[in-house]
């Protein structure tokens, strides 16, 4: 089993800047791949950036180029480093774990954090 807890959300004006920790526990996920998702009011929840070892990175088209993930295997940490960012990008931004294959299909994933809540204002 993995607990995932993220971390860092907020409020901030448009253009500005968060960074969300997620830290893992329960074992090792240094060979799982790691990804964050959020789900805004009233829509499905929806990917954004996932990373393993294989793979590299992977993002998603809306959010290429503003937000970076990273990821601590020392710590069992992945963090995304969102900049210049939009109203539209207000939502509860999930972690997410699984083992194999990076996925941008939220199903796909076995574990999940709570969510943390970041707010961008016009």
């Known amino acids: 089993q993995v607990q995932l807890v993220e971390s860092g959300g907020g409020l901030v004006q448009a253009g500005g800047s968060l960074r969300l920790s997620c830290a893992a526990s329960?074992?090792?996920?240094?060979?799982?791949?790691m990804g964050w998702f959020r789900q805004a009011p009233g829509k499905e929840r929806e990917f954004v950036a996932a990373?393993?070892?294989?793979?590299?990175?992977k993002y998603a088209d809306s959010v290429k180029g503003r937000f970076t993930i990273s990821r601590d295997n020392a710590k069992n940490t992945v963090d995304l480093q969102m900049n210049s960012l939009k109203p539209e990008d207000t939502a509860v931004y999930y972690c997410?774990?699984?083992?194999?294959?990076?996925?941008?299909?939220?199903?796909?994933?076995?574990?999940w954090g709570r969510g943390t809540q970041v707010t961008v204002s016009s």
């Open positions: 329960g074992r090792p996920v240094s060979s799982d791949v």
């Open positions: 990373t393993n070892l294989w793979s590299g990175m």
């Open positions: 997410a774990a699984r083992q194999g294959f990076i996925y941008s299909d939220y199903v796909k994933y076995e574990y």
